[in-house]
């Protein structure tokens, strides 16, 4: 038996193979779009997927000022940060954090299902989110994914 076709295949920065993909999330829910882009930006479907190397994709979200919260979740949902003072605790809802930088919900459900390192750091940089229907990543030609295809 030929032992060499056994080899297992590990992925490193110079065999990944980087695309630029335009996911358009309107109208759809928040987290299960936050799941989708997650796997793209980790590269989970590809068949090289190495956990400690980044081979994902970049990805371009589209229309995320268009996103949906299921239930009451835009008055519940708490967004909380401290400014590092005594009593600087602040604590913003779904609908306020929309509606002072629409693109923020998304990037806040994504960064959330990214590994807590420098590798999910680093992902994290592979992803543009622009609350309308035009980008600036034209000159890559980005492929466009119908998101409903994955949920």
């Known amino acids: 038996m030929n032992t060499l076709s056994?080899?297992?295949?590990?992925?490193?920065?110079?065999?990944?193979?980087?695309?630029?993909?335009?996911?358009?999330?309107?109208?759809?829910?928040?987290?299960?779009?936050?799941?989708?882009?997650?796997n793209f930006l980790r590269g989970k479907y590809k068949t090289n997927y190495t956990p400690h190397v980044d081979c994902g994709d970049n990805v371009v979200?589209?229309?995320?000022?268009f996103i949906t919260l299921s239930g009451n979740k835009w008055d519940q949902k708490?967004?909380?940060?401290?400014t590092g003072y005594p009593g600087g605790q602040r604590i913003l809802n779904a609908t306020q954090v929309h509606n002072k930088n629409n693109?923020?919900?998304?990037?806040?459900?994504?960064?959330?299902?990214?590994?807590?390192?420098k590798l999910g750091a680093?992902?994290?940089?592979?992803?543009r989110v622009y609350p309308?229907?035009?980008?600036?990543?034209?000159?890559?030609?980005?492929?466009?994914i119908n998101i409903n295809d994955y949920l």
């Open 6 to 38: 056994y080899k297992t295949i590990s992925a490193n920065i110079k065999t990944v193979n980087k695309q630029w993909i335009v996911l358009d999330v309107k109208n759809i829910t928040l987290g299960r779009a936050a799941s989708v882009i997650a």
């Open 122 to 127: 680093n992902l994290f940089r592979n992803l």
């Open 61 to 65: 979200i589209i229309n995320s000022a």
């Open 103 to 117: 693109t923020r919900l998304v990037e806040f459900a994504v960064k959330g299902m990214l590994p807590k390192n």
């Open 132 to 144: 309308g229907a035009e980008h600036q990543q034209e000159a890559q030609n980005p492929k466009p």
């Open 78 to 82: 708490e967004f909380v940060r401290h």
